[in-house]
């Protein structure tokens, strides 16, 4: 997508906003669209918003396209507990992880973990539901409000809009794709034991993502459960997005 962008005239800064719709994550194409390319903030977060909501549109027919009955019909294995010292450690370990190597993603990979910290500690409630409720409910209203002011008609009511919207496209299906690929792969390195499904689950879209590769799962055989197998790749997908658009802010700022 970054690639098709610069072939259809579009600099580096805008192709590299436009690239990042391929994670689905809404969020991460504002943070970086604002910091590369804030002149298309509003057309890029239309695009990125969209395919995010139409996921159950866009993924299943990639996903049936890319497998066959037999690997959709996989059934996984049940998944290890996990401890509460692991769930305290992980937020944890990733953030001195990936904002060591890439100091451009501490806004976006910092923030992800510290609420994943909130919740895992369970000391401190009333911050955890006021996060998960009233605050969230303010930030996505003025979050919202900003970026719709962003799109007047002069930057938006043009073919380019349609160009991005295309080019926003391609890169989700692409990362669909990619991500079903990959899965197919690890599909046969373990002999059949991984659901080549989940790995649609791979994007930003949490957790619509993983539902959908649930939904698909369970039409092939009624009693497969890929719900929660599916939510790795997902969360992984945010984390991917994260450090992705760590990357393009260190290449192009």
Known sequence: ?????ILLGFNGLEAASIGIIGGADGPTAIQLTSKLAPHMLGTIALAAYSYMALVPVIQPPIIRALTTKEERAIKMEQLRPVSKTEKIVFPIVSMIIVIGLLPTAAPLI???MFGNLLKES????KLVETAQNSLMYI??????????????AETFLT???LGVTAMGLVAFSVGTASGVLFGKLMCKATCGKINPMIGAAGVSAVPMAARVVQKVGQEENPSNFLLMHAMG????????SAIVAGILLKFFI
Do not use: D, K, R
Request: net charge neutral; hydrophobic share 55%; charged share 0%.
């Open 159 to 161: 073919l380019q809009t």
């Open 233 to 240: 790749p997902n969360v992984s997908g945010v984390i991917g």
């Open 122 to 125: 369970g000391v401190v409630p």
């Open 139 to 152: 930030v996505t209203i003025f979050l919202g409000l900003t970026v719709g002011a962003t799109a007047n």
């Open 110 to 112: 910092g923030m992800l």
């Open 1 to 5: 997508a970054f690639l098709g962008a």
